[in-house]
C-alpha cells in the first residue's frame, strides 16, 4: 500500500470481513435467544450489554455482520461489472450504438434504488439479502459507467490504440489488452463507492423497517433500539456499538478509497509529501510544480544602469575634446 491511510483502511476492511465470515461461530449466545438479563449493561457474561428482551446485543453485532458484509460485495460487484461493460463500450464504439448505451445509462442514474426495493419487499414474500444486494446493483451501476465512458473517450484515440488498429487488432482484444489495463484503478474505485452505497442502503431500509430484510444486521439492531426508546432508558450499549461499526466501516472504505484516487491521480500522488533540496525542504502542493534554484547563477545579476545620453552642445558653441566621441 502507498501510505498509512491506505494501509489502516485495508486492515480495518479484512478485520470486516474476517469477523463476516466468522461470526456466527464466534457469537457467545443466539442473538435471538432471550434470557432474564433484562437491559443489562456490559458485564463478564455479555461483553456488549443486552436488550430488552435479554438478547445479547455482542452476538446480534457479530451475526449481523456477514449480511452487511454479502449486501455489500455482492451489489458493489453486479454495478462494478454492468459499468464496465456499458461504460467502456459506449465509450469506445461510435454513432448509434455508443450513444443508445449512454442514454441507457442516463436513464438509470435517475432511478431510484430506496423505492425499488420497498416495492419489491411489499411484493415478494421472503426478500432476504440476496434479493437486495442483485436490485442494488442493478439500479446502481449508471454513475461509475459514466466514469467509464468518459475516460474511454479520452483513451480511444491515443497513440498505442491506434498503433494496435493498425495492426489489426480485433474491437474485443483492443479493449480488454490496451483499455481495461489502463482503468484498473478507476474500476476498483468505482467498486468501493458502489458498495458503501450498498452498505448505507441496506441499513437504512433495515432501520425504517421493512419486511423481509435480514433478521440480524446493525439496522435492525438500530432499528428495535430506537422503538424501545433505548436513548431515553440510558442503554447506550444497544446502539452505540452498531453505530460505531457502521462508522468504522464507512471509514475503512474511505481511506481505501483514497489509496485508488492517490493511484489515479499523479498530483495526489505527491500531495503532502517533501521535497528535499539542497536548499532545503519544499512542501509539495496539488497543482504546483516546485522550482529549485541553487548555487550563485540562481539569482541573475541585477542589469547594468545604462550611461546617461551626453548633452547636447549648445548652439554656436564647438564641440570639446571632452564632450567628443
Given at each position: 500500500?502507498?501510505?498509512?491511510?491506505?494501509?489502516?483502511?485495508?486492515?480495518?476492511?479484512?478485520?470486516?470481513?474476517?469477523?463476516?465470515?466468522?461470526?456466527?461461530?464466534?457469537?457467545?449466545?443466539?442473538?435471538?435467544?432471550?434470557?432474564?438479563?433484562?437491559?443489562?449493561?456490559?458485564?463478564?457474561?455479555?461483553?456488549?450489554?443486552?436488550?430488552?428482551?435479554?438478547?445479547?446485543?455482542?452476538?446480534?453485532?457479530?451475526?449481523?455482520?456477514?449480511?452487511?458484509?454479502?449486501?455489500?460485495?455482492?451489489?458493489?460487484?453486479?454495478?462494478?461489472?454492468?459499468?464496465?461493460?456499458?461504460?467502456?463500450?459506449?465509450?469506445?464504439?461510435?454513432?448509434?450504438?455508443?450513444?443508445?448505451?449512454?442514454?441507457?445509462?442516463?436513464?438509470?442514474?435517475?432511478?431510484?434504488?430506496?423505492?425499488?426495493?420497498?416495492?419489491?419487499?411489499?411484493?415478494?414474500?421472503?426478500?432476504?439479502?440476496?434479493?437486495?444486494?442483485?436490485?442494488?446493483?442493478?439500479?446502481?451501476?449508471?454513475?461509475?459507467?459514466?466514469?467509464?465512458?468518459?475516460?474511454?473517450?479520452?483513451?480511444?484515440?491515443?497513440?498505442?490504440?491506434?498503433?494496435?488498429?493498425?495492426?489489426?487488432?480485433?474491437?474485443?482484444?483492443?479493449?480488454?489488452?490496451?483499455?481495461?489495463?489502463?482503468?484498473?484503478?478507476?474500476?476498483?474505485?468505482?467498486?468501493?463507492?458502489?458498495?458503501?452505497?450498498?452498505?448505507?442502503?441496506?441499513?437504512?431500509?433495515?432501520?425504517?423497517?421493512?419486511?423481509?430484510?435480514?433478521?440480524?444486521?446493525?439496522?435492525?439492531?438500530?432499528?428495535?433500539?430506537?422503538?424501545?426508546?433505548?436513548?431515553?432508558?440510558?442503554?447506550?450499549?444497544?446502539?452505540?456499538?452498531?453505530?460505531?461499526?457502521?462508522?468504522?466501516?464507512?471509514?475503512?472504505?474511505?481511506?481505501?478509497?483514497?489509496?485508488?484516487?492517490?493511484?489515479?491521480?499523479?498530483?495526489?500522488?505527491?500531495?503532502?509529501?517533501?521535497?528535499?533540496?539542497?536548499?532545503?525542504?519544499?512542501?509539495?502542493?496539488?497543482?504546483?510544480?516546485?522550482?529549485?534554484?541553487?548555487?550563485?547563477?540562481?539569482?541573475?545579476?541585477?542589469?547594468?544602469?545604462?550611461?546617461?545620453p551626453d548633452p547636447e552642445p549648445a548652439p554656436g558653441r564647438p564641440v570639446t575634446e571632452g564632450t567628443a566621441r
Open positions: 500500500m502507498s501510505n498509512a491511510k491506505t494501509r489502516t483502511g485495508a486492515a480495518l476492511l479484512g478485520l470486516f470481513v474476517l469477523v463476516a465470515v466468522a461470526g456466527p461461530w464466534v457469537a457467545p449466545h443466539d442473538p435471538g435467544a432471550r434470557s432474564t438479563d433484562l437491559l443489562q449493561g456490559p458485564s463478564g457474561g455479555h461483553w456488549l450489554g443486552t436488550t430488552h428482551l435479554g438478547q445479547d446485543v455482542l452476538s446480534q453485532l457479530l451475526v449481523g455482520t456477514r449480511s452487511i458484509m454479502l449486501v455489500g460485495l455482492v451489489a458493489g460487484a453486479i454495478a462494478t461489472v454492468l459499468a464496465v461493460l456499458v461504460g467502456v463500450t459506449s465509450g469506445y464504439l461510435a454513432g448509434p450504438a455508443g450513444e443508445s448505451l449512454s442514454a441507457l445509462s442516463n436513464v438509470f442514474l435517475v432511478v431510484p434504488a430506496l423505492p425499488m426495493i420497498i416495492i419489491l419487499a411489499s411484493v415478494l414474500p421472503q426478500t432476504g439479502d440476496w434479493v437486495v444486494a442483485l436490485v442494488i446493483g442493478l439500479v446502481s451501476w449508471a454513475w461509475g459507467a459514466r466514469i467509464l465512458r468518459a475516460q474511454t473517450l479520452s483513451l480511444r484515440h491515443r497513440d498505442f490504440v491506434t498503433a494496435a488498429k493498425a495492426t489489426g487488432e480485433s474491437t474485443w482484444r483492443i479493449v480488454t489488452f490496451e483499455i481495461l489495463p489502463n482503468l484498473t484503478a478507476v474500476i476498483a474505485s468505482s467498486f468501493i463507492s458502489t458498495m458503501m452505497y450498498a452498505v448505507m442502503t441496506e441499513i437504512s431500509l433495515a432501520f425504517i423497517g421493512i419486511p423481509g430484510m435480514s433478521p440480524w444486521n446493525w439496522g435492525v439492531i438500530l432499528y428495535w433500539a430506537q422503538t424501545q426508546q433505548a436513548l431515553g432508558l440510558g442503554a447506550w450499549w444497544w446502539f452505540v456499538p452498531a453505530g460505531l461499526a457502521i462508522a468504522l466501516l464507512g471509514t475503512a472504505l474511505s481511506l481505501v478509497n483514497f489509496g485508488i484516487d492517490e493511484i489515479v491521480n499523479p498530483r495526489l500522488r505527491t500531495a503532502g509529501r517533501d521535497l528535499r533540496t539542497p536548499a532545503g525542504r519544499i512542501r509539495m502542493r496539488p497543482g504546483f510544480t516546485p522550482v529549485v534554484r541553487t548555487g550563485p547563477a540562481a539569482r541573475p545579476a541585477p542589469a547594468a544602469a545604462a550611461p546617461a
